[in-house]
């Protein structure tokens, strides 16, 4: 059973940088057919699909977040992270990190609340 854990900070200042580890176990992040993701939810507002990372190491940002936002992997550690540039009180959610396969998103972690204030 594959099993997905979200960790980093919690609480930012504006300008900083976020920086999200996915620990992933019962399954490895190389495996064929996988993308590994992250996904957020603000305070009232639906779940956004910020970007992934494929077993080969390819990614695949949202647009509109591409331009402040990287996904990489540790293979070693079978971990994938997620970094945000230039954090803005906008970028306060509830972070998800999930599977992603031919039949969706199967399998999320318990997300991590980060929020952004001065």
């Known amino acids: 059973q594959v099993q997905l854990q979200e960790s980093g900070p919690g609480l930012l200042k504006p300008s900083q940088t976020l920086a999200l580890t996915c620990t992933i176990s019962?399954?490895?992040?190389?495996?064929?057919?996988?993308?590994w993701s992250w996904i957020r939810q603000a305070p009232g507002k639906g779940l956004e699909w910020m970007g992934a990372i494929g077993n080969d190491g390819s990614t695949n940002d949202s647009p509109s977040l591409a331009s402040r936002i990287s996904v990489s992997r540790d293979t070693s550690k079978n971990q994938f992270t997620l970094q945000v540039n230039s954090v803005t009180p906008q970028d306060t959610a509830v972070y998800y990190c999930?599977?992603?396969?031919?039949?969706?998103?199967?399998?999320w972690g318990q997300g991590t609340q980060v929020t952004v204030s001065s």
């Open positions: 999930a599977r992603e396969d031919y039949y969706g998103m199967r399998y």
């Open positions: 019962g399954a490895s992040i190389t495996t064929n057919d996988y993308y």
